[in-house]
């Protein structure tokens, strides 16, 4: 059994930074991707960044520049480090990671973290 664990979220004012942290436990053998996704009221979920390994990211135009995603291997752990946050980041942040486990690949999806920008 796999279990990923968000924390993080909060209420910021615009300008302000979050940094969200999402732990994977369980039966895991490999780590493909890590990544953030996040859904607003009445939108579709979307990609924030990705992060293959350590050189190997990617982020949605909206965010370069002000999100930093990182991963801890060792402690399976993916963060996303957010400055300068504004009222169009607010939404739910959902952590995704692909990966290999003892019953086979697949991807997991964390609990989702609630994260709101006041402008």
């Known amino acids: 059994q796999v279990q990923l664990v968000e924390s993080g979220g909060g209420l910021v004012q615009a300008g302000e930074s979050l940094r969200l942290s999402c732990a994977a436990s369980?039966?895991?053998?490999?780590?493909?991707?890590m990544g953030w996704y996040r859904q607003a009221p009445g939108k579709q979920r979307e990609l924030v960044a990705r992060i293959f390994d350590v050189r190997t990211t990617y982020y949605a135009d909206s965010v370069k520049g002000r999100f930093t995603i990182s991963r801890n291997n060792a402690k399976s752990t993916v963060y996303l480090q957010m400055n300068s946050l504004k009222s169009e980041d607010t939404g739910v942040y959902y952590c995704n990671v692909l990966m290999g486990t003892l019953v086979g690949d697949g991807t997991y999806w964390g609990q989702g973290t609630q994260v709101t920008v006041s402008s």
């Open positions: 369980g039966s895991i053998s490999s780590i493909a991707a």
